[in-house]
């Protein structure tokens, strides 16, 4: 996976420094931020940092639980979802790329539910995510 972007930056990325960041890939992180809000109610958004070491994460949440969260890098972001089993097993069964399936296949189990992480280059890998957290919300 790609480093985030903002390792190291102690305040919240500005407009300016994420479009410099993400590159093309911005009208991507833009269309994806929208679309998650107005097709699975993730309309809250919440940056966030755990460290410098770890760089800055948006957060998007329905409410009160967090839906995904994007991480920007450089040309791309990385979005991440826990998913719980029955969520999990939905995904497989959903008819996502197989580039997808084998994350999936491959994705660790943790106790808030397996860490599914996605690289976003293209339209096609954002179509992915909307279809995960369309998922997360059902399940």
């Known amino acids: 996976m790609p480093e985030n972007a903002f390792i190291g930056k102690p305040e919240i990325p500005t407009e300016a ?8 890939a911005k009208t991507l992180w833009d269309s994806l931020v929208d679309d998650l ?8 958004r919440e940056w966030k940092s755990s460290s410098r070491k770890t760089g800055w994460l948006l957060r998007l949440k329905r409410g ?23 969520a999990m097993q939905a ?9 997808v399936l084998s ?9 808030e539910g397996t860490g599914v992480r996605l690289e976003v280059r293209t339209a096609r890998d954002a179509e992915s995510v ?5 998922i997360k919300v059902a399940h």
Do not use: H, M, N, T
């Open 37 to 44: 809000a107005g097709e699975v109610g993730a309309d809250l």
């Open 130 to 134: 909307k279809k995960l957290a369309a």
């Open 64 to 86: 009160e639980r967090a839906i995904v969260y994007l991480s920007p890098c450089r040309g791309c972001f990385v979005a991440s979802f826990a998913l719980g089993d029955r």
């Open 103 to 111: 994350v999936l296949a491959e994705a660790k189990r943790y106790a």
């Open 17 to 24: 420094e994420l479009s410099a960041q993400l590159g093309r």
């Open 91 to 99: 995904a497989r069964e959903a008819g996502l790329p197989k580039q």
